[in-house]
């Protein structure tokens, strides 16, 4: 079992549309952390949380501590958005990756 | 300067060979990590330096051999690599204690042929 695990595996939307993708662990973390990763590219962070919610213009996450789960929520999507979204929980050195949504938003 | 910059980008290589990876930052970080990416899947972790040294290797083969010569650079020096080695090879960074700041580089593509 791994101890990141995200839904969905696959997402597509229509341009505009608001965009949920899910995150539950099984570990104790440090921080937990939302990444994107276009076709062929490096890693981007996009969120870094420990608690709460952070907003970053058309993106919020949101985790919830105690039922160790955390949600990235895509406002108003657009086909830049159009990449793998990847959730990873931290504790100590160790990173712990979910295995990706992959989104492509439709125009 | 807020990241993590690796080279080459891209990095076509026999079996024979010996090349090297190289990935420096200047945020003050001292935990630097190599990661292995295949197609369409999670990275998977290689080392993790503290500084400057080896804290965790995963079990790497040898044919990879990671170097910090020191705070700013992380090395991987490839030989004798196998065509299943290709892959996408990443490295990152952070703050040592507790993770913050964690910032990864755009990657090295790796063909071996």
């Known amino acids: 079992k791994n101890e990141v695990e995200q839904s969905p595996q696959n997402l597509t939307a229509q341009e505009g549309e608001f965009i949920t993708i899910n995150c539950s662990y099984s570990v104790g973390i440090s921080a937990l952390h939302w990444l994107q990763q276009h076709p062929g590219g490096g890693i981007v962070s996009l969120f870094m949380l420990s608690s709460g919610k952070k907003k970053h213009g058309r993106l919020i996450a949101t985790i919830n501590i105690q039922e160790k789960h955390s949600s990235l929520h895509i406002t108003a999507s657009h086909p830049r958005d159009s990449a793998v979204y990847i959730c990873a929980v931290s504790r100590g050195n160790q990173f712990y990756f979910g295995t990706g949504t992959s989104l492509t938003v439709i125009p | 300067d807020t990241e993590v910059t690796q080279t080459p980008k891209h990095l076509v290589m026999g079996m024979t060979n010996k090349k090297s990876l190289k990935c420096e930052q200047h945020?003050?970080?001292?935990?630097m990590y190599w990661y292995k990416q295949k197609a369409k899947k999670p990275p998977e972790l290689m080392f993790v330096y503290s500084y400057e040294k080896l804290s965790i290797n995963e079990s790497v083969p040898s044919r990879f051999s990671p170097e910090c010569p020191n705070s700013s650079l992380l090395n991987l020096h490839l030989h004798a690599l196998q065509p299943e080695d290709s892959a996408l090879y990443l490295c990152?960074?952070?703050?040592?204690?507790?993770?913050?700041?964690?910032?990864f580089g755009s990657g090295t593509r790796l063909t071996v042929v």
């Open positions: 945020m003050g970080h001292r935990a």
């Open positions: 990152a960074s952070s703050h040592a204690t507790n993770n913050y700041g964690y910032t």
